[in-house]
């Protein structure tokens, strides 16, 4: 956390939009945790944050965001498949 201290989160992944974009993010879900909207989410949809204007702008297309999923075969070896 921000104020240096633990807590224990569940990770799991959400359907964010902004301004008509829409993709999977990762979010952590933190009890009694205050909502807040991080760098990863804005460059998975292509945003970056202007300071000056105060202002959210579109920098490239969305749809930065790999998911890697384990699928179990017959033998016991674990395979990753790239999802998109």
Same mark, same amino acid.
Request: charged share 30%; aromatic share 2%.
């Given at each position: ?23 999977? *993010?990762?979010? @952590? =879900?933190?009890?009694? +945790?205050?909502?807040? #909207?991080? !760098? ?14 105060? *202002?959210?702008? @579109? =920098?490239?297309?969305? +749809?930065?965001?790999? #998911?890697? !999923? ?15």
């Amino acid at each position: 956390m921000a104020d240096m201290s633990r807590k224990t989160a569940s990770l799991c992944l959400a359907e964010v939009e902004i301004e008509g974009r829409r993709e999977p *993010v990762e979010i @952590a =879900v933190v009890e009694n +945790g205050v909502p807040v #909207l991080g !760098v990863q989410p804005l460059e998975v949809l292509g945003f970056e944050v202007n300071p000056v204007k105060k *202002v959210l702008e @579109a =920098v490239r297309d969305s +749809g930065g965001l790999a #998911l890697f !999923v384990a699928k179990s075969s017959q033998t016991s070896s674990r395979k990753r498949e790239r999802l998109t």
